[in-house]
Nanobody
Framework: VQLVESGGGLVRAGESLRLSCAAS????????MGWYRQAPGNQRELVAG???????NYGDDVKGRCTISRDNRKNTVTLQMNSLKPEDTAVYYC?????????WGQGTQVTVSS
């Protein structure tokens, strides 16, 4: 499984950012994709996930500010993040769940300045 992330960067508080992830390789039968994030000194935490059926799940810290969407034909997932806060600063990792295992992307840095 290969997961290629794009869209990270440096923004100011209150601005928006869109992350995208494209999956390829042995992914047939995958059940969900999404994003986790990890800030220095913190555990990796869920940002948002979406199943192939369209069911979504969001971390408490981002509910109401983020929207996840997917394109099952292209095997891509997109995370729209609005009203970003300095505490959203982290490395964001795309994941793909298949056969109860998660594959991970290399991560993309999101930095929000105050």
């Amino acid at each position: 499984v290969q997961l290629v992330e794009s869209g990270g960067g440096l923004v100011r508080a209150g601005e928006s950012l869109r992350l995208s992830c494209a999956a390829s390789g042995t992914i047939s039968g995958y059940t969900a994709m999404g994003w986790y994030r990890q800030a220095p000194g913190n555990q990796r935490e869920l940002v948002a996930g979406i199943t192939v059926g369209g069911h979504t799940n969001y971390g408490d810290d981002v509910k109401g500010r983020c929207t996840i969407s997917r394109d099952n034909r292209k095997n891509t997932v997109t995370l729209q993040m609005n009203s970003l806060k300095p505490e959203d600063t982290a490395v964001y990792y795309c994941f793909l769940r298949r056969l109860n295992n998660n594959s991970w992307g290399q991560g993309t840095q999101v930095t929000v300045s105050s």
